[in-house]
Structure formats: C-alpha cells, structure tokens
C-alpha cells in the first residue's frame, strides 16, 4: 500500500492510507442519512455493520505517487432517506476535511451502498 509522501523545509512527511481511512471515516458516520461503515463477506455475502473502532474496514485508500487519493467507501445508510442527497453530502464533506486535513487532493470518492437499517 502506497503511503503519501510531502517534501518541506524541514523534512518529508510520509502519511499512512490506514490515518487518512480512519478520519475520513469519522467524517463520514457524522453525516446525515449514514448509519455506519459495512463489512462484506465475501464468501457468503453478507454485510455487518462496523463497529467505530473499526470504521476502517469499510474504507479503501489509494494514493498515487504524486498524493491524489481515491477513497472507496462500503456504507449502510438509514432507511427512508434519499440515498443521492445523503452521497452528495458524504462525498462534500469527506472531500473536503480530509484535503484540509492531509494536504492532498481527492480526486474520486466511491460509494458502496451495502445495506440498509432503520435507526430508531
């Protein structure tokens, strides 16, 4: 796994995909309409919902050599929200705190709808 790398001054500083998955994941399960990040099994298809300590499951990083991230996340979201509205805000707000965050650039954030639950 490629790791992001920033030359200064000072120094390099070198960001691990497992950081920035773990922030943009704690930006995501605090937007509207998203219950929590989904874990798929893959050998017999079913989807659980993650706990907060490991929202970084659900989430994929890649960073290319020149610090463009794509980020892939797998979501279950609320049950009677629209599922467009409720993306569209999750993308604005992870693109845009996880760029303040790292100093990269997100250039695609995937979204992986793999369940529904109502939220009581």
């Given at each position: 796994?490629?790791?992001?790398s ?7 500083i ?22 929590g990040?989904?874990?798929?099994n ?44 409720v ?34």
């Amino acid at each position: 796994m490629m790791k992001g790398s920033m030359s200064t001054e000072l120094g390099i500083i070198t960001i691990s995909p497992e950081v920035i998955a773990k922030y943009a994941g704690s930006v995501a399960v605090e937007c509207f309409g998203i219950v929590g990040m989904a874990a798929v099994n893959m050998k017999d298809g079913l989807v659980r919902l993650l706990k907060r300590e490991s929202l970084t499951h659900g989430i994929h990083v890649d960073i290319s050599d020149d610090n463009i991230l794509v980020l892939d996340f797998h979501v279950i979201v609320a049950y009677g929200v629209n599922i467009l509205s409720v993306s569209d805000n999750l993308m604005n707000n992870v693109k845009y705190k996880v760029e303040e965050f790292t100093g990269m650039t997100v250039d695609k954030i995937n979204i992986f709808v793999e369940g529904v639950r109502v939220i009581d």
